[in-house]
């Protein structure tokens, strides 16, 4: 059974930055597509950023130039990076494992297998 916890969320002004982080159980996290999505009140979960160890794809959504992911496999942890947060970037932000994909990347979240139970990013004007 995988399980995805994030942590890091929290409240910051514009401008500022957070990082999250991602803690996963499972003994082949190295395999597995790890992403980052997020979903504001009243809209649809919106792709952020995944990555494909195995093959180096790193793909990113609207954020991208602001917003960086890395991994750490050794720790089974996945972080996400925000700088230069605006208040468009409130949402609450999900981890996801996409453990059956051999190359590239999805954008899907329908592709995900596994899911966090998501942290709270509020970004203040």
């Known amino acids: 059974q995988v399980q995805l916890v994030e942590s890091g969320g929290g409240l910051v002004q514009a401008g500022g930055s957070l990082r999250l982080s991602c803690a996963a159980s499972?003994?082949?996290?190295?395999?597995?597509?790890m992403g980052w999505f997020r979903q504001a009140p009243g809209k649809e979960r919106e792709f952020v950023a995944a990555n494909n160890w195995s093959d180096g794809i790193t793909y990113y959504g609207r954020s991208a130039g602001r917003f960086t992911i890395s991994r750490d496999n050794s720790k089974n942890t996945v972080d996400l990076q925000m700088n230069s947060l605006k208040p468009e970037d409130t949402a609450v932000y999900y981890c996801?494992?996409?453990?059956?994909?051999?190359?590239?990347?999805?954008?899907?979240?329908?592709?995900?297998?596994?899911w966090g139970p998501g942290t709270q990013v509020t970004v203040s004007s």
């Open positions: 996801a494992a996409d453990i059956r994909r051999t190359t590239g990347v999805s954008r899907a979240e329908e592709d995900y297998d596994y």
């Open positions: 499972g003994r082949t996290f190295s395999r597995w597509v």
